[in-house]
């Protein structure tokens, strides 16, 4: 038994051996990618160097189901073993189910693959008894419990495991994998910056995406870096989820077991779409899947094309990304928090003497970050620049698990209004129904925000966003009813809205 993954899910797929008389040949049958081909080369060579021999027979090799296409090396150890079998060096294993995966080198040795996390869970999923693997994919497999995981470093260390019950040691996992071993950075690095730090607790209590605007230097990065170490750590699910898309995409740092902590990823504004969301000839996750559950960033987010914004939406909305091809179609998952940061103009020292653009770049920088994007955005926040040496002199504040706890709080708070309303856990994603219902302002706050609205010129969408904000900030200062103070904070964090940035300057 082996696997086949699409996306994040393994599928099971049978690989039968037969020898025949005849020429001697090799056919892979059961809709396999050019590169199983090459199969041959490997299982032969890897088969002679261990001490068997490649049998001068006709050999066909069935991959099934037929309907579904395979990709990659990772069936060359079952077919080798097949192969023995078939042709009577090894005895059929008798003693339960195994699941087989891996890359044979040239001289037997046995190669990590892709997608191993999938393809145990799965295994369990089957009652199969074992999985017989690469070593470097054990720790990955032995997240799954209720699993024998039986790592071998050769062809030769496999077939003596099938053959030998007393070479089957309990597997133990290699201490603190996945992403467990360097800790996050932490909110108490950051000095000063008030605004900005309240602003990312607001944003990760109620799931806001949020924009920091500040000069070079200011902190916008190292902020942004923060803002996982201030979510809810993640569940054992959540964790198998994240660590489900980087196993896919073959990016499980080392001898890796599971993510532990949140991704913050940053690709850079030159990525392609591809590299964004996912895809290719043979689908990959992308970025907004591999911050699964955690952060993504966009800096210098007006470098960005427009059009690269745009397959944003599509993930920001409905939290996957589904990829159609001629004959598959799939989907990754994509629940994240987008944080973006930009300069405050294209120099970067807007509002200072030492700035340098003319109001016509300004104006064309500004309109640069208008639109459908924008529009995702609740939360924005200006930092000023601070001087290295006055930075010196402010006290660390408060850590991440500080905040952290107080962001807990206010998550349950949202979990427990939420409760009948699948797929709604936090205030960002409130529909008018819910604002109407949860978002009720008394007298003085209709007053204060209708002010707003007419000195700033907001729209109706900067209305509904500054109310979720308002609710989230209730929510963190444990108060049913939204008060002013609450609406006042939220009405400041709507910079982009003002007319220095609609009218450029
Ligand atoms: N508020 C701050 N507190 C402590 N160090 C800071 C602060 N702001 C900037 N720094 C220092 O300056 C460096 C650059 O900051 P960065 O976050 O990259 O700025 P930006 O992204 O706004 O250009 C950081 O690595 C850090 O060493
Ligand atoms: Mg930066």
């Known amino acids: 038994m082996s696997s086949a993954v699409l996306g994040v899910d393994a599928h099971p797929v049978e690989v039968e051996t037969d020898l025949a008389g005849g020429l001697p040949g090799f056919t892979v049958v059961g809709l396999p990618d050019p590169s199983i081909r090459e199969s041959r080369e490997r299982v032969a060579a890897a088969l002679k160097n261990c001490g068997f021999h490649f049998p001068a027979r006709r050999i066909t090799i069935n991959l099934a189901p037929a309907g579904m296409r395979k990709v990659g090396a990772l069936y060359d150890l079952p077919i080798a073993l097949g192969i023995l079998v078939s042709s009577e060096q090894l005895e059929p294993f ?3 189910k195994v699941l087989v995966v891996g890359e044979l080198s040239l001289d037997g040795d046995l190669r990590p693959v892709k997608g191993v996390l999938p393809m145990a869970l799965l295994a369990r999923e089957l009652g199969l008894r074992s999985v017989l693997l690469p070593p470097e994919n054990a720790d990955e497999a032995a997240i799954v419990d209720g699993l024998e995981v039986w790592p071998a470093r050769s062809l030769g ?64 990065t190292m902020i942004a870096r923060r803002i996982p170490s201030l979510l809810p750590e993640l569940t054992r699910e959540e964790a198998i989820d994240v660590t489900r898309v980087y196993s ?12 532990r902590y949140r991704p913050f990823r940053a690709p850079h504004h030159s990525t392609s779409n591809a590299g964004l969301v996912g895809g290719g000839a043979f689908p990959r996750p992308g970025e907004v899947s591999l911050a699964h559950h955690g952060v ?120 427990e209004r939420f409760a009948g309303a699948p797929g709604l856990f936090t205030n960002a994603r409130m529909g008018p129904k819910e604002i109407r219902r949860y978002c009720a302002l008394d007298a003085d706050g209709k007053a204060l925000l209708g002010k707003a609205m007419e000195k700033l010129g907001l729209s109706a969408r900067a209305h509904d966003r500054i109310l979720r904000v308002s609710r989230t900030i209730a929510d963190l200062a444990g108060s ?8 006042a904070e939220a009405i400041q964090y709507r910079s982009l809205d003002r007319p220095r940035w609609r009218e450029g300057g």
């Open 94 to 96: 008798a003693d339960g």
């Open 157 to 220: 260390d496999a077939v003596d495991l099938l053959r030998s019950p007393e070479k089957r040691d309990p597997y133990v996992p290699s201490e603190g994998g996945g992403n467990g071993r360097r800790p996050m950075p932490d909110l108490s690095d950051v000095r000063g910056q008030e605004q900005a730090k309240r602003a990312v607790e607001v944003a990760a209590a109620g799931g806001h995406n949020v924009i920091l605007i500040g000069p070079p230097g200011s902190g916008k």
């Open 248 to 259: 896919v995409a073959g990016l499980l740092p080392g001898r890796s077991s599971l993510m």
């Open 296 to 415: 993504l960033f966009l800096d210098e987010l007006p470098e960005f094309q427009k059009n690269v914004l745009e397959l944003l939406r599509q993930p920001l909305e409905e939290g996957s990304v589904r990829i159609a091809r001629a004959a598959i179609s799939l989907s990754f998952p994509a629940v994240f928090m987008m944080a973006a940061a930009m300069n405050p103009c294209p120099c970067g020292y807007y509002g200072e003497p030492r700035c340098t653009c003319t109001p016509g770049e300004i104006q064309r920088y500004a309109a640069r970050v208008s639109g459908p994007l924008l529009d995702r955005i609740d939360i924005h926040v200006e930092m000023p620049g601070v001087p290295y040496r006055e930075l010196q002199r402010i006290e660390a504040g408060e850590g991440s698990d500080v905040v952290r706890e107080r962001v807990v709080r206010a998550r349950a708070v949202q979990a």
């Open 480 to 487: 049913d009813p939204i008060q002013t103070t609450h609406l």
